[in-house]
Nanobody, 122 residues
């Protein structure tokens, strides 16, 4: 079992930045791929970014490329999502997820946090 707790969400103006954190506990964090997903009201949960456990390879959804950066600190059992140049359409609940293999779809992840709200005002 892996327990995940997100933090760092909030209200920010368009063009601003936020850094989300996801603290993991339980099984060996370094053995898990980590992903960030988001879900806006009335929409499906969608992939944002992921990072592998093996070589640190990163993957991004197209709209996140160049603006968001995923990283992990295995010593702190934490994964981060640095979000810059935020847009109103980035408004959503952001979830972190963990699994033994990296993936870009929600069904590929077994463990989920409770989510943190990000609101970007125009």
């Amino acid at each position: 079992q892996v327990q995940l707790v997100e933090s760092g969400g909030g209200l920010v103006q368009a063009g601003g930045s936020l850094r989300l954190s996801c603290a993991a506990s339980g099984r060996t964090f370094s053995s898990y791929a980590m992903g960030w997903f988001r879900q806006a009201p009335g929409k499906e949960r969608e992939f944002v970014a992921a990072i592998s456990w093996s070589d640190g390879s990163t993957y991004y959804e197209d709209s996140a490329k160049g603006r968001f950066t995923i990283s992990r600190d295995n010593a702190k059992n934490t994964v981060y999502l640095q979000m810059n140049s935020l847009k109103p359409e980035d408004t959503a609940v952001y979830y972190c997820a963990a699994d033994t293999e990296v993936g870009t779809t929600a069904y590929e992840y077994d463990y989920w946090g409770q989510g943190t709200q990000v609101t970007v005002s125009s």
